[in-house]
């Protein structure tokens, strides 16, 4: 295995800062869904191909672009891992915000939110497991670390699926305080993020500094491959522009949150996988917002 200092470092939390994570984590997928509804995945069955389309963008045409990028550039095992972890994440906190920006199907950006955070209960850690195996060096961090997919199953399950059935109940009970408070927690949980990867990095600033411009390039790279993935998974599949908008938002937003629970609990914070995760979080913000203010004055 490769000794870049990538691959060696660990990014140390406590057992209270790591339960803190959770929580927090928790918090933001329950802000998310208290703006969703049973209905919404009925949308998804009435608007099907608009739905399967994308789905196939962010469950595999990423994956699938993510393991040829990092076949292209060979980055550190510990990296390539985190890509992997990214891609198999489902969509961000902010698509929605992000694709109603944009003037994008906002319907369809939420019921597709819905879908893949509950599909992400077992496709995140499948997707992750079946394509770091097919990459030699990822594969073999794998086996060395003695990942147990089966906890991961359970980790995501509770920190995704009963926030998510929490947040609809509460919209479906008590719809006012459910607009009051998503209004709150969605910026709020941009904030906790934020204070996490400050936290997570402030005892290895110089590492991050060392390798920014590198880490800069390869989150460059695999978020542009998302956000492409997208675009022309729904412009293949001659969708009308509001819907190629949302794809391309969706599939290019991920759950960086969930990547870094996953790291500190299963990966003792590995150095590289952390780095990565947490620069994702940073910077499809930013190319995110770039995207959609872009398009917002396109129809």
């Not at 850690?125 to 003695?146: C, H, M, R």
Request: glycine share 8%.
């Amino acid at each position: 295995m490769s000794q870049n200092p990538l691959d060696t470092v660990r990014l140390n939390f406590s057992q209270g800062d790591l339960l803190l994570l959770n929580l927090a984590l928790a918090l933001i997928m329950y802000g998310v869904s208290l703006d969703l509804r049973w209905a919404d995945f009925k949308y998804l069955l009435q608007h099907p191909k608009a739905f399967f389309l994308g789905v196939f963008s962010q469950f595999f045409v990423l994956p699938l672009l993510t393991w040829v990028i990092i076949s292209l550039l060979n980055p550190p095992p510990s990296v390539a891992l985190g890509m992997f972890l990214v891609a198999a994440c489902p969509g961000g906190n902010v698509s929605n915000f992000l694709t109603n920006l944009a003037k994008g199907n906002t319907a369809l950006s939420v019921s597709l939110t819905a879908f893949s955070s509950v599909s992400a209960i077992f496709l995140t850690p499948l997707n992750f497991a079946i394509w770091a195996g097919f990459y030699a060096p990822t594969s073999l961090l794998l086996k060395e670390i003695s990942l147990d997919i089966s906890e991961v199953f359970f980790t995501v399950g509770i920190i995704l699926g009963i926030p998510l059935i929490l947040g609809i109940l509460t919209h479906q009970k008590l719809p006012d305080f459910a607009a009051k408070a998503s209004k709150i927690l969605k910026p709020l949980s941009i904030l906790i993020f934020a204070a996490f990867v400050i936290i997570a990095f402030s005892g290895n600033f110089d590492l991050f500094i060392q390798y920014i411009g590198m880490i800069f390039f390869w989150v460059l790279m695999h978020n542009f491959a998302a956000l492409g993935a997208g675009f022309l998974t729904a412009k293949v599949g001659k969708l009308p522009l509001a819907d190629i908008k949302t794809i391309t938002i969706e599939t290019g937003i991920q759950n960086s949150g969930l990547g870094l629970v996953l790291i500190f609990t299963y990966f003792e914070g590995l150095g590289g996988m952390a780095i990565i995760t947490a620069w994702w979080g940073i910077w499809h913000l930013i190319s995110g917002m770039t995207v959609a203010s872009l398009w917002k004055n396109r129809k």
